[in-house]
Nanobody, 118 residues
């Protein structure tokens, strides 16, 4: 199983960016999908999650600005980031709990850089 993250880039403060995370491989079911981020010198932190029923949770710092969604048919999660701030600058990682033919496991995608200039 692989998680492939895409999107990100450089944007000015107040702008928007979108990320996507596509899961591939011998997937039977996906439980939650999530986005984490890691800023320079800081620990990786949870940004948002979306459950299999579409229930969502957000970190207080992104509530009202970020929106997570998922397309279960495509095994893909999306993160729409609006009103970006310089403090949103980080490497963003997607994460998912996936059931293969035999077991549930936690998977990480490669990081994608988001840089917000002031």
């Amino acid at each position: 199983v692989q998680l492939q993250a895409s999107g990100g880039g450089l944007v000015q403060a107040g702008g928007s960016l979108g990320l996507s995370c596509a899961a591939s491989g011998p997937i039977f079911r996906i439980n939650y999908m999530a986005w984490y981020r890691q800023a320079p010198g800081k620990q990786r932190a949870l940004v948002t999650t979306i459950g299999s029923s579409g229930n969502t949770n957000y970190a207080d710092s992104v509530q009202g600005r970020f929106t997570i969604s998922r397309d279960s048919a495509k095994n893909t999660a999306y993160l729409q980031m609006n009103s970006l701030k310089p403090e949103d600058t980080a490497v963003y990682y997607c994460n998912a709990e996936i059931l293969t033919t035999t077991t549930w496991s936690n998977y990480w995608g490669q990081g994608t850089q988001v840089t917000v200039s002031s």
